[in-house]
């Protein structure tokens, strides 16, 4: 990473009370209060009442895909490629 | 080399079946390289394309049309975010995505190409670029690629406020006065060619759109997201009282659509080589803005990296 | 006061007149800063920090409108917040000097921000219990946006500050340079003594304001020039730096040309 790029940060929000936070992103801030704010600013364009999560993204290990089929050879363990939510259906109502 | 026929066997039958694939499935390099190319080429075209109408914001004629302007802008900044975000799931860092487009190596949609000299064209814009983009997109939110999608389903639901604005600005324009009348129509005359060639080459002249189509990364071919744009926007024309620029264009009962006028190819091929009025203007100024930039993100790092050893400092001496 | 720069400018006002001054004086200060910040959109730092400021600019706008409705009606008339806008020149404008200077680069406009942000909090904060009923349910709204504000240019004085030797020195001179258009937001103004049982006077807030600067410039490891420097006045009266003219210019070019238009 060269001095002037910032790093990656995995976001979930929780939308209202009652539901889990849920991976909606990324974004690209130097220290977490900034990745906070970025997240309120890009990512609920400030709805009220959301609680907001940020994650280094180099700090999340992902499970490999399913060994016994081959579809899912890992092709690569970087992290990077990438924090997985297998199948979370998109859930526009509450976005 | 024989197992790797059968797993592209098997990703084919994956798609097939209208799985997402996620990114540390297996997948080709190929659509790996495919979806890099065009998801970041998609970002790019979110990012340029705030110039032309950021152009207009501080001169916006009523602070209503200023607001809603700066918010439609600061959403395709959005765009380009949740794209490059999407891209990066793919190993692709923001960084080198960047510097393709700045070396010219990466492109964007060509219609931010043409400049925006009048207050008409915000509303042209909306009405017609971001209408041309959604017949796009839709089809994108049931891409295969999971992240794509999902950036696509959040996308999609902000560009609809965009059609509707650009189409409110234009209406205002038609149904003012006299000079507003003629500053639309004037627009849609520059217009309404660059956006048919926003769905890109004829589909004989169109090389990757069958292994996209058949990867389900693509579910339109090129041509028929332009007919299917003619057909929903001539209504939406002539609602207003303006005339689409193309005397070929006549409704056709038998195949019913619209039939219309041959693009100019030669001109959309050589805005995509460079030539456009503005392709130097729109690069320059994201070098611009980048390398003036340079010294605030590395202040920031550096401000980060203190914190963070102060913090352990901290830790330490507890 | 008389012989200086300031000769010939109004100091008598009915209560009326002054609580429109008021109005102005918010309001102005608002578009004025949100049209410079809105200049920043497609050419931030960063794509994050483009966002960012954007929604900042459009806070500003946003609290402008609501301020030249009231305004509007106050005036009475076919005024409205467009003709308010649009149709007054530099010498009606009434915005401090300092959300007129130029945005340079993000360190200028960080501390420009800085100022006027700390400012706008405690002066809102304090509007949400003065007994303008109409400036009390815009403070109310306003002060989430400001708090925001007001913690994102601060932290951005501390990364710059506290950041590189080079982000250090440029910030430190953003920090000289815009200082002497700091005094004038807390300066006295015969409007504040014809409304004193109704609304605050901005010199109320000068020492939470020079408390605060002074604590983040300390985190930033940034100097803070002494706040008995010289400093400019005139924007509260309709005497503008140069910029102004340019800001206004550009602004109310499109509906000065198509005057009889509506957009
Ligand atoms: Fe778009
Ligand atoms: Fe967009
Ligand atoms: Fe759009």
Redesign the pocket.
């Known amino acids: 990473m060269s001095e002037s790029n910032w790093k990656l940060w995995e976001v979930f929000l929780r939308s209202k009370n009652g539901l889990s936070h849920k991976h909606v992103g990324s974004l690209h801030a130097a220290d977490a209060d900034m990745a906070i704010k970025n997240a309120r600013d890009v990512y609920t364009r400030r709805s009220e009442g959301i609680s907001i999560w940020v994650v280094p993204s180099e700090e999340i290990t992902a499970s490999s895909p399913d060994e016994k089929d081959p579809l899912f050879t890992p092709s690569d363990d970087k992290v990077y490629r990438h924090p997985t939510f297998y199948d979370i259906p998109d859930d526009v109502e509450h976005m | 080399m024989g197992t790797n026929v059968s797993l592209e066997d098997k990703f084919q039958a994956f798609v097939d079946a209208e799985n997402k694939v996620e990114p540390k499935d297996w997948m080709p390099e190929k659509y790996r390289k495919t979806l890099i190319r065009q998801i970041s080429q998609h970002a790019h075209s979110?990012i340029i394309?705030m110039q032309p109408e950021a152009n207009w914001i501080t001169r916006a004629p009523s602070l209503r049309a200023k607001l809603i302007l700066l918010a439609?802008v600061q959403?395709?900044a959005g765009?380009g975010l949740y794209l490059y975000s999407a891209a990066e799931t793919l190993g692709e860092p923001r960084e080198k995505m960047i510097a393709d487009l700045q070396s010219g190596k990466a492109k964007y949609s060509s219609i931010f190409n043409y400049p925006t000299p009048s207050w008409a064209d915000m509303g042209t814009i909306?009405w017609l670029?971001?209408g041309a983009?959604?017949q796009n997109q839709v089809m994108l939110t049931r891409t295969s690629y999971g992240p794509y999608a999902r950036a696509m389903v959040k996308?999609c639901k902000?560009?609809s406020f965009?059609?509707r604005q650009g189409y409110e600005v234009v209406m205002k324009l038609a149904q003012g006065t006299p000079e507003q009348k003629a500053m639309a129509q004037e627009s849609l005359n520059r217009w309404w060619w660059p956006s048919l060639m926003m769905f890109g080459p004829s589909d004989d002249n169109s090389p990757n759109s069958e292994q996209s189509m058949k990867w389900k990364i693509k579910r339109k071919s090129n041509d028929t997201l332009r007919q299917e744009f003619v057909d929903k926007t001539v209504p939406q024309a002539e609602y207003l009282g303006l005339s689409i620029p193309d005397p070929d264009l006549k409704w056709n009962e038998e195949r019913g659509h619209y039939d219309f006028g041959e693009i100019n190819w030669a001109e959309f091929y050589d805005v995509i080589k460079g030539n456009g009025p503005c392709n130097k203007e729109r690069i320059a100024h994201h070098v611009k803005a980048h390398e003036e930039g340079a010294w605030v993100r590395e202040a920031a790092n550096a401000y980060a990296k203190k914190q963070a050893a102060r913090k352990e400092g901290d830790a330490s001496a507890a | 006061m008389a012989g200086g720069w300031l000769n010939g400018v109004k100091r008598d006002f009915t209560k009326e007149e002054a609580l429109k001054e008021y109005f102005y004086f918010l309001a102005d200060d608002s578009l004025v800063l949100g049209q410079q910040l809105s200049k920043w959109c497609s050419n931030g730092p960063v794509l994050e920090q483009d966002i960012a400021i954007i929604n900042t600019a459009l806070d500003h706008i946003g609290r402008a409108r609501l301020l030249y409705q009231e305004l509007a009606r106050l005036e009475g008339g076919d005024a409205t917040e467009d003709t308010l806008a649009y149709f007054r020149d530099h010498l009606q404008y009434r915005n401090a000097l300092l959300v007129e200077q130029p945005n340079g680069h993000w360190g200028d406009s960080v501390v420009r921000s800085f100022f006027i942000d700390t400012f706008n909090f405690y002066l809102y904060d304090a509007l949400r219990s003065c007994n303008n009923e109409a400036l009390r349910g815009i403070a109310e709204k306003a002060i989430k946006e400001i708090a925001y504000q007001a913690q994102w240019s601060a932290e951005w004085v501390v990364r710059l500050g506290d950041g590189t030797e080079e982000s250090h020195a440029k910030v430190q001179k953003s920090i000289d340079d815009l200082w002497m258009w700091s005094g004038e937001l807390f300066e006295e103004h015969p409007i504040f003594e014809v409304l004193k049982d109704d609304l605050p006077a901005f010199s109320s807030f000068k020492d939470h304001w020079v408390k605060k600067v002074a604590e983040v410039l300390k985190m930033a490891t940034l100097v803070m020039p002494s706040p008995e420097l010289w400093m400019q006045t005139g924007g509260r009266y309709g005497i503008h730096s140069a910029q102004l003219g340019y800001i206004l210019g550009e602004m109310q070019s499109l509906a000065r040309t198509y005057p009889d238009a509506t957009w």
């Open positions: 979110e394309g439609k959403d395709e765009h909306g670029v971001d983009a959604i996308i902000e560009e965009h059609q």
